[in-house]
């Protein structure tokens, strides 16, 4: 029962952490899309790709950062409510008292946000500064 239980428990991880990286790249490119008019023309008064891609994937990290903790405490109450729930007489699934899942959990995380980044930023560097440039508002 501990090693088909081992084996769900890392499928949900699998499945959690596409989640999560689909999540973080939907919200990276979601921002590229409404702001990447704007980007362009930072660009085009003079900042250099890196300072656009930080503007961009900085609010991004700082919106993970703050994430994280609430995260983590959202999870922890989960966690417990689930645990009172399926208590039962002859069944009783202890909650982790370690840091550790909350220590992966949050590494899965920072992981997904560097890989969407890298990706989101590869977008950012072919946005058409040209095209921005010759639209009038």
Do not use: H
């Not at 590494?107 to 590869?122: D, E, H």
């Amino acid at each position: 029962m501990a090693k088909s239980f081992l084996i769900f428990t890392m499928v949900l991880v699998i499945f959690a952490s596409v989640i999560t990286f689909a999540v973080i790249y939907n919200a990276a490119r979601i921002a590229l899309s409404e702001r990447g008019r704007e980007l362009a023309s930072l660009r085009i008064m003079g900042f250099t790709r890196r300072e656009v891609a930080v503007v961009l994937l900085g609010e991004q990290a700082v919106m993970t950062a703050l994430a994280l903790p609430v995260g983590c405490c959202l999870g922890w109450l989960c966690s417990r409510l689930l645990e009172r729930a399926l208590e039962t007489e002859m069944l009783r699934i202890p909650m982790p008292t370690s840091m550790r899942p909350y220590l992966l959990s949050c590494l899965i995380v920072a992981l997904a946000a560097l890989g969407s980044s890298l990706l989101v930023r590869r977008q950012l560097d072919r946005l058409d500064v040209m095209a921005v440039a010759k639209t009038r508002e």
